[in-house]
């Protein structure tokens, strides 16, 4: 080690004009400042392998209590939803990116870490919407990767009674696709949620009424005012990865992920809003 | 050079900053003394564009804060809490921060040296002792090698060591020609460290002047006698600009004269004298009572009256 004791130094530190000139505040440097940020937490790390054993995991375990009990019953309307009983794990999984989309914010504003990234880029916006690029792109690859494992093993498991259906079957894909990107939705929701909130606590009971609390009470809503439940995030999210269209009350996928979209627009848009007009 | 013109912070009906105007020039270390509570705070949270101002601005050389395309580059702080995520390392934190405006990494390993904190880099932050996490503070605030450094009460906590590093920094630094605005709520620690002060109270400005002539202007001279002719004595120095206040049967205080001018004339009188002791009010008294009007909270009981006799008995810096 070089033994660069401030005393050796006069107590001055050494001018690094080599960067001075190259150095300012750009998008793509908040991405990466953002990245190293996500990794570098011991918490963050954990929760994403969280969100993957359990999407995949759980999936199983569903999969394979299915063929279990049609050996048993017989049952065939256990394997009208193949693809829905593959992916169920994604169900856990939104909660722990939900709240993983909730403490990237505010861990920082619990520990003052949001005095600093302010400080480094004073105009803010970057901040938020550099976390919501990295942990978006980031918790859309890992539940993407996840919800494949789980289908492909899941469906290998349903075969062993005829009941799985192929990744070329009709919708199938866009199944895949649409619960990655719900799982993604109900993260930045939670980043929109503490960005708004600023507390851990309140902005996670916040995200959970979101996801539990929403659709038992628009359940209630009487006649006309039911349609309100197909805009839902959950209800939305559904329309996306439901194949088993017979019947059911939700929107055209297409629908849905647009409505998705538009909840992301409102709650981002809402956070960068607060974000940009109240004192840090 | 930092500028506060008008700077007004309002929170709801209470006003923590009440324009202020002052500035601070590059080349020496300029102290921001006042109580708790003062607004010292608010005032640097606004310089650096974390707090908006209801009224007036704090400007940079001549810029806000947030127009800065590189402003670790410009300006380096040191907030008085922590600023830093607990969870993660010093490298990562400070690598996290120079990152967003392409700060070297080989300047992070630079900076962790010299605050002396190379060897645990590793380790998280949330370990930390108040020392290491006001040297951490210090090795951000330096990331970009900025010619202004704003710091809020980086003494705080700290033991002898630390303070005699921070202070020996802050004039190293001040002497390559940087701006230095350095917060306190100790004088004594501003009359050892600055050069300037900017005193303020309430939030409001009482003092913005050199630390010298703020400790002359507030201390005086006073001298205490005792005299078996005390009353003459008394008789005999009474003149402009000079306060004689007896506080005892043979005692007196007098405000105004040097030791020596009193002995001298009391020997001219042929008065005898038995004591004759030259005393400074501490800093910290000079402080308290320049700010006593402004200070926010005070303890429930009235304050006793000042006798200043007493309250300089060993305290003079």
Known sequence: MTAATPEARGMGFPPAADFKGTARVTLPRVLRSEWTKLTSL????????????????????????????????????????????????????????????????????????????????????????????????????????????????GQAILHQVHGGV???????????LGGAFFVMTIGLLGLALGTLIRSTGGSIAALLGLIFVVPIVTSFLPGRWGDIQKFIPNNAGGAL???????????????????????????????????????? | MIEA????????????????TFTVRPGVVTGFLGPNGAGKSTTMRMAIGLDRPTKGAINIGGKAYRDFPAPLTEVGVLLEAKAVHTGRSAYKHLLAVAQTQGIPRRRVDEVLALVGLTDVAGKRVGG???????????????????????????????DPEGIRWIRTLLQALAA?????????????????????LIVVGRGRLIANTTVEE????????????????????????????????????DTLDVNGLTAQQVGEAAFAAGIPVFELTPRQVSLEDAFMDITKDAVEYTHGQTPAPRVPSATSTGANA
């Open chain 1, 42 to 153: 011991r918490s963050t790390v954990w929760t994403l392998l969280a969100a993957i054993v359990v999407t995949i995991g759980f999936g199983l375990i569903v999969c394979a209590a299915t063929v279990a009990d049609f050996h048993h019953n017989g049952n065939a309307s256990d394997l009208n939803d193949p693809v829905g009983t593959s992916l169920v794990g994604g169900y856990f999984s939104q909660i722990a990116i939900g709240v993983l989309g909730v403490l990237l914010i505010t861990g920082e504003y619990s520990t003052g870490m949001i005095r600093t990234s302010l400080g480094a880029v004073p105009r803010r916006l970057p901040v938020l919407f550099g976390k919501a690029i990295v942990f978006g792109v980031t918790s859309y690859a890992l539940s993407l990767g996840a919800i494949l494992v789980a289908f492909f093993s």
């Open chain 1, 166 to 176: 192929a990744i070329g079957d009709p919708s199938v894909v866009r199944a895949l």
């Open chain 1, 241 to 280: 990865v439901t194949i088993d269209d017979r019947g059911n009350d939700l929107l055209s996928p297409l629908g849905g992920l647009v409505v998705l979209l538009v909840w992301l627009a409102v709650g981002l848009g809402a956070a960068a809003f607060t974000l940009t007009r109240r004192d840090a």
């Open chain 2, 5 to 20: 013109r008008g700077l007004t912070k309002r929170y709801g009906s209470k006003t923590a900053v009440d324009d202020l």
């Open chain 2, 128 to 158: 930390f002792s108040l020392g290491m996490g006001q040297r951490l503070g210090i090795a951000s605030a330096m990331l970009g090698d900025p010619g202004v450094l704003i710091l809020d009460e980086p003494v705080n906590g700290l």
């Open chain 2, 176 to 196: 390559e020609g940087r701006t230095v605005f350095v917060s306190s709520h100790l004088m004594s620690e501003m009359a050892l460290t600055a050069t300037h």
């Open chain 2, 214 to 249: 703020f400790i002359r202007q507030a201390s005086g001279d006073l001298v205490h006698v005792r005299s078996p002719q005390a009353a003459r004595l008394s008789e005999t120095l009474a003149r402009d600009g000079v306060t004689v206040t007896t506080t005892g049967l």
